[in-house]
C-alpha cells in the first residue's frame, strides 16, 4: 500500500522567503507528526496532530513556523522569512493512533536549503 | 526530560561480523516505549522494532535481535552475520505515557558501515 508521501522532494529558497512543505499520510492514519533532521541538532519533534487538532506543538522552534491539517489527512509546515538555520530535512510521519502503541512510518522527507 | 543516547557515532565491520549497537535511555515514566529505525542512504526512515517497558523478553527477528535490560535501561541491537545491505544509520527512540506523550525522542544515530 502507499506510504507516507511529502512534497516537494528538495526545496532550494533564498533567506527571508515563505516555503510550504505537505505531508500526505498513509490512509486512515489518524496521528501525523512532523520532525526536523539537521546535522547539529539530530532529529527533532516538532508538532503532532490527532485529527486535524495539534495537541502538541512544543518542538516548533519560533512563530515563523506553523502548520496545519485539513480534513483529518493531508497537512502543511509553513516556514515563514526563511532563516539559513532552517536548512534541514523535515520528515513527516503517520500512525494509526496518536497512541504510545503505535508505531510511526516516516515519508521521504523535504530537504530544505535556505541560499 | 527524556534522553536517548547512543554514544557509538560511527561503527566499521566487515561482511558476516556481528555488530551491536548501544542505546541507553533515561525516562521517568513508569510505562514507556523503545523503538529502533533504520536510515539507509536513501534517507527514508524504516521501523525496525517497538518494545514495551513492561515486556523484558528479548526478541530475534533473522538477524536481527534486541536486548532490552530495564535495570541499565539499556536496549541494545545485534546484527549476526552482518550484510553490505546493512549499512544505515540507525536510531534508537523513546516514546513516553506523560502528557500528549506520542512524540519520539531519538538518538543521535549510530552509522554503520558494513564492507566486503
Known amino acids: 500500500g502507499a506510504g507516507v508521501s511529502q512534497s516537494p522532494s528538495n526545496k532550494v529558497t533564498e533567506k527571508g522567503k515563505d516555503v510550504e512543505l505537505r505531508c500526505d499520510p498513509i490512509?486512515?492514519?489518524?496521528?501525523l507528526y512532523w520532525y526536523r533532521q539537521s546535522l547539529g541538532q539530530g532529529l527533532e519533534f516538532l508538532i503532532y496532530f490527532q485529527g486535524n487538532s495539534a495537541p502538541d506543538k512544543s518542538g516548533l522552534p519560533s512563530d515563523r513556523f506553523s502548520a496545519e491539517r485539513t480534513g483529518g489527512s493531508v497537512s502543511t509546515l509553513t516556514i515563514q522569512r526563511t532563516q539559513q538555520e532552517d536548512s534541514a530535512v523535515y520528515l513527516c510521519?503517520?500512525?494509526?493512533?496518536?497512541?504510545?502503541?503505535?508505531?510511526?512510518?516516516f515519508g521521504p522527507g523535504t530537504r530544505l536549503t535556505v541560499t | 526530560a527524556q534522553k536517548v543516547t547512543q554514544a557509538q557515532t560511527e561503527i566499521s565491520v566487515v561482511e558476516k561480523e556481528d555488530v551491536t549497537l548501544d542505546c541507553v535511555y533515561e525516562t521517568r515514566d513508569t510505562t514507556y516505549y523503545l523503538f529502533w529505525y533504520k536510515q539507509p542512504p536513501s534517507g527514508e526512515l524504516v521501523f525496525l522494532i517497538r518494545?514495551?517497558?513492561?515486556?523484558?523478553q528479548n526478541e530475534i527477528s533473522g538477524r536481527y535481535s534486541w536486548n532490552f535490560q530495564k535495570s541499565t535501561s539499556s536496549f541494545n541491537f545485534t546484527i549476526t552475520a552482518s550484510q553490505v545491505v546493512d549499512s544505515a544509520v540507525y536510531f534508537c527512540a523513546l516514546r513516553g505515557n506523560t502528557g500528549t506523550a506520542s512524540k519520539l525522542t531519538f538518538g543521535t544515530g549510530t552509522r554503520l558501515q558494513v564492507t566486503l
Open positions: 518494545r514495551n517497558s513492561f515486556d523484558e
Open positions: 510521519a503517520s500512525s494509526l493512533d496518536g497512541g504510545q502503541t503505535y508505531e510511526q512510518y
Open positions: 490512509s486512515g492514519h489518524t496521528a
